[in-house]
């Protein structure tokens, strides 16, 4: 009877046991955004989807193309969702050393986490009281403070892409290259210099970690994108701001358009409407 009853306990704590286990591993695997109902694990267990082989024989046709996402505007607003804000995912992945940062569109020159917070630093000469005689209101002495960029006040992206043609597959389609936040230094009297990249990373570097990011769905809180499936998808809203041109300018910097907005931005959905054109064109109907 006795040893009857020491099995039933022993079934009891080895039963016990595996679902502590079983708890714990369903725990582990829940995903920061939903703790609570069920696992939200599809997007944290994706990978990247690799391109297909292009030759270079089956490249009848290629421009490449640089546009800004403006987070500003309704349909970009979800990627600096809260939770999981991207301008966090690409300064965490240059500023801890995930992704290599390049110093522009070339992508040669290499750009170090030291560089990108000298940039991003604007030192200051102000007077402040002397602590070593308070009661002094007039004795000042000069100090320098340091203000550095806080990322969440990028609100623009640019990308560097290029549109081929595939005549092995007949197909026309994007692919983005590089990718730069950018931003608006300030001088020390606080003008600002206009928007810069502050460091480009190559899409490719990022794709696995991108693949495994959330963004929000606003109509389906169980059906997420990754950030990589986002861009693939082109689910954003962008505008044309440079094309392949032999000065290797952007609009804005070229001289018919240079003291002209409204032309510049004319100029942007010209080149978007002859990509449109030219794919419209590739066949028959």
């Known amino acids: 009877m006795q040893n009857q009853i020491f099995k039933d306990m022993r079934k009891l704590v080895l039963i016990c046991a595996g679902l502590i286990l079983m708890t714990t591993t369903t725990q582990a695997q829940i995903s920061k955004f939903e703790d609570f109902t069920f696992p939200h694990t599809a997007v ?9 082989y292009i030759r270079e024989a089956n490249v009848k046709w290629s421009k490449r193309v640089h546009r800004v996402i403006d987070v500003r505007e309704k349909q970009n607003k ?17 500023m801890n050393g995930e992704v290599t940062a390049y ?12 560089d990108i917070t000298k940039e991003i630093s604007l ?4 007077q402040v009281p002397n602590p070593d005689n308070p009661d002094d209101p007039y004795d000042l002495i000069t100090t320098t403070v340091t203000e550095t960029l806080d990322p969440s006040k990028i609100q623009k992206y640019r990308i560097m892409e290029d549109w081929i043609f595939d005549y092995n597959y007949s197909d026309f389609k994007s692919r983005i290259i590089a990718i730069a936040p950018l931003i608006k230094p300030l001088t020390e009297s606080g003008i600002e210099l206009g928007e810069v990249p502050l460091y480009w990373l190559k899409m490719d570097d990022l794709r696995d970690k991108l693949s495994q990011e959330e963004i929000f769905n606003p109509k389906n809180d169980a059906a997420r994108m990754s950030f990589d499936h986002w861009f693939q998808m082109r689910q954003f ?10 000065y290797d300018l952007d609009i804005a910097m070229m001289e018919e358009f240079r003291d002209d907005g409204v032309e510049a931005l004319l100029e942007s959905d010209r080149i978007k409407n002859e990509l449109f054109i030219l794919e419209h064109d590739l066949w028959e109907y």
């Open 44 to 52: 944290k267990e994706r990978k990247a989807v690799p391109y297909r």
């Open 78 to 94: 979800i990627m600096h969702w809260p939770r999981n804000p991207f301008y966090l995912l690409v300064w965490n992945a240059a």
């Open 103 to 114: 110093a522009n569109d070339s992508l040669t020159s290499i750009k170090t986490p030291e």
């Open 123 to 126: 030192e200051t000469s102000v």
């Open 237 to 246: 809203s962008s505008y044309i701001v440079k094309e392949s041109n032999m």
